[in-house]
């Protein structure tokens, strides 16, 4: 079935890039999405890509997308304390009439001063 | 904008116990979502509507029932309230379910049933 991959945690210095990964197992996925989600909140969307991107920026943010090899990986450029969160990847599903998401356990990102 | 407003942020219940978590958005999306959140399952979802009068299951239905009888609010029962369903649990809207609109959440519900 479809499936989602991320590592659990990953920790680096403050000022220094940060770079997470994901894996898909599912080709048909249009959109591919990183979501943030702070202690205590809920999960907010920092960026997407359409699956006929290989890369797109955003500020601090670069998505890269090589899609023969169902990888994903969200690169923020001079990491801070405030980005300490899990970062959730999330594949857009095509289910017929019906839109699924399927979702990463999600990444814990420690910044560290 | 308010966004997507969830009440209450906590609640402890007791076992066989029922409540509604309540759910509202004021962005006029289509599509509305019930997720729970747990340690090492990710999120999981519950119930979902692709617009008012219209609900389907999702991956872990079972001892949940939503309505939506209008477009802001997407009520989540819990009918028997079980030790299992101890979770964080959270709303999500969206513009219809045309791919890249993402979606927004709420703050959650954070749920302790004893």
């Known amino acids: 079935g479809e499936d989602v991959e991320q590592s659990l945690f990953l920790s680096v210095r403050e000022g220094d890039s940060s770079v997470i990964n994901c894996t898909y197992t599912?080709?048909?996925?249009?959109?591919l999405y990183w979501y943030k989600q702070e202690p205590g909140a809920g999960l907010q969307l920092l960026t997407y890509?359409?699956?006929n991107m290989d890369m797109k920026q955003d500020q601090r943010l670069t998505v890269l997308l090589n899609k023969k090899d169902k990888h994903l990986s969200l690169r923020i450029a001079d990491t801070q304390t405030g980005d300490s969160a899990i970062y959730f990847c999330?594949?857009?599903?095509?289910?017929?009439?019906?839109?699924?998401?399927?979702w990463g356990l999600g990444t814990s990102l420690a910044v560290n001063p | 904008n308010a966004g997507v407003t969830q009440t209450p942020k906590f609640q402890v219940l007791k076992t066989g116990q029922s409540m509604t978590l309540q759910c509202a958005q004021d962005m006029n999306h289509e599509y509305m979502s019930w997720y729970r959140q747990d340690p090492g399952m990710g999120l999981r979802l519950i119930h979902y509507s692709v617009g008012a009068g219209i609900t389907d299951q999702g991956e872990v239905p079972n001892g949940y029932n939503v309505s939506r009888s209008t477009t802001e609010d997407f009520p989540l029962r819990l009918l028997s309230a079980a030790p299992s369903q101890t979770s964080v649990y959270f709303c999500a809207s969206s513009w219809g379910q045309g791919r890249g609109y993402g979606y927004t959440f709420g703050s959650g519900t954070r749920l302790t049933v004893v």
């Open positions: 999330a594949g857009d599903l095509n289910a017929g009439n019906n839109r699924k998401l399927i």
């Open positions: 890509i359409f699956s």
């Open positions: 599912d080709s048909s996925s249009t959109y």
